[in-house]
């Protein structure tokens, strides 16, 4: 059973930047596509950003493109979402997620379907 933990949450201005960080438990979480979803206050949860097993390939959200970069480190199995020029409307409970097989469907991605684990979320709220 992989178990994901997040950390980095926080209080950040808008513009500012914010490092989220996901920690795997597992041995063999270098086997999965790993990513970030959030949900904010009375929203659906929506999807964010997805990274393959060998960073090799990524997606993001339109929303977040060209502002949020996803990476991961194999060796210390963890993903992390670079938050950079965040506004309020991204605030939000932040959900890492990983799915076995390593590569992104973006579909399920896209829609948040199939995924193996989840972690318990980290609240990131963005002040103007």
């Known amino acids: 059973q992989e178990q994901l933990l997040e950390f980095g949450g926080g209080l950040v201005q808008a513009g500012g930047s914010l490092r989220l960080s996901c920690s795997a438990s597992?041995?063999?979480?270098?086997?999965?596509?790993m990513g970030w979803f959030r949900q904010a206050p009375g929203k659906e949860r929506e999807f964010v950003a997805a990274?393959?097993?060998?960073?090799?390939?990524?997606y993001y959200a339109d929303s977040v493109k060209g502002r949020f970069t996803i990476s991961r480190d194999n060796d210390k199995a963890t993903v992390y979402l670079q938050m950079n020029s965040p506004k309020p409307e991204n605030t939000a409970v932040y959900y890492c997620?990983?799915?076995?097989?390593?590569?992104?469907?973006?579909?399920?991605?896209?829609?948040?379907?199939?995924?193996?684990?989840w972690g318990k979320g980290t609240l990131v709220t963005v002040s103007s």
């Open positions: 597992g041995r063999t979480s270098d086997s999965y596509a």
């Open positions: 997620a990983a799915k076995i097989g390593g590569l992104i469907e973006r579909p399920r991605w896209s829609l948040g379907r199939g995924m193996e684990y």
């Open positions: 990274i393959s097993w060998n960073g090799g390939s990524t």
